[in-house]
């Protein structure tokens, strides 16, 4: 099924980036690693065993997407997947957060995936087919005490998700959302670099292997949304329903920043 599918993949230089390129690629697929670090994109890619490309590209630079794609077009003509993946978080009390922190972390989590999905769209439609993952979080459906900033970005990211999966109905180009917990990864040497959150969650937190296969998984089966860890799934349903007595139930177990 994945079998000769052109991936390009967003901050594939470590994380969950890096490994589902490697599993894509485990399944015959050919991911294409985009990052901003060449460095340690190259390092990324010495993990996996198969055809593959690694780009480096800005996904706050609308012209280097653009040249990206262009590239990609050339040497494969098609781009069948795109995982906007790229993205960070800074754990800290809105009062510390400079009105700069906010909008750079809008302009990388959520415009990066709406830049680039403006600049591979055009071409999947024109194939009749195609697929955008899109990652964004647990925090986006969920709010937590110093992660405004961030929460605010992945609820952007899940209701362009939505709404553009509502505006490609019948046009064979499936768009889904990936939102899981804390994952163990790289994100939190910025996020928090004290190490109290990692701590104070490991019971909880995700291992990056298990979120990048089920990723992959998510892609076989044109799923529209996959909620990580699944029991997460549930408590988010009681937040939808009653906000006010989620937030008390939930205050202390949550807010661990």
């Given at each position: 099924m994945l079998?000769?599918?052109?991936?390009?993949?967003?901050?594939?230089?470590?994380?969950?980036?890096?490994?589902?390129?490697?599993?894509?690629?485990?399944?015959?697929?050919?991911?294409?690693?985009?990052?901003?670090?060449?460095?340690?994109?190259?390092?990324?890619?010495?993990?996996?065993?198969?055809?593959?490309?690694?780009?480096?590209?800005?996904?706050?630079?609308?012209?280097?997407?653009?040249?990206?794609?262009?590239?990609?077009?050339?040497?494969?003509?098609?781009?069948?997947?795109?995982?906007?993946?790229?993205?960070?978080?800074?754990?800290?009390?809105?009062?510390?957060?400079?009105?700069?922190?906010?909008?750079d972390m809008m302009d990388v989590n959520y415009m990066g995936v709406v830049r680039c999905t403006k600049a591979v769209l055009p071409h999947m439609l024109e194939a009749g087919s195609g697929h955008i993952v899109n990652v964004a979080s647990m925090a986006g459906k969920i709010g937590t005490a110093k992660s405004t900033s961030y929460t605010a970005t992945k609820h952007a990211v899940l209701g362009f998700t939505n709404s553009l999966r509502q505006e490609l109905a019948g046009t064979n180009v499936t768009v889904s959302s990936v939102n899981p917990g804390p994952i163990d990864t790289p994100f939190f040497e910025k996020a928090d670099p004290s190490g109290n959150y990692v701590r104070n969650v490991s019971f909880f937190i995700l291992k990056p292997e298990k979120v990048a296969g089920e990723i992959v998984k998510l892609i076989e089966r044109r799923k529209p949304e996959l909620n990580l860890p699944r029991a997460a799934a549930a408590g988010i349903k009681l937040y939808q329903l009653f906000p006010r007595l989620a937030d008390k139930l939930t205050y202390r177990w949550l807010n661990r920043k």
């Open positions: 079998h000769g599918k052109v991936a390009l993949i967003t901050g594939a230089s470590s994380g969950i980036g890096a490994l589902t390129a490697q599993m894509l690629a485990a399944k015959g697929a050919i991911p294409v690693l985009t990052a901003r670090n060449a460095e340690k994109l190259r390092d990324a890619a010495l993990g996996i065993r198969g055809e593959y490309v690694a780009m480096t590209m800005d996904v706050t630079d609308t012209g280097q997407i653009c040249g990206t794609v262009e590239r990609i077009m050339d040497k494969f003509g098609k781009i069948d997947i795109l995982i906007n993946n790229a993205g960070y978080g800074i754990f800290e009390s809105f009062d510390r957060l400079r009105i700069e922190q906010f909008a």
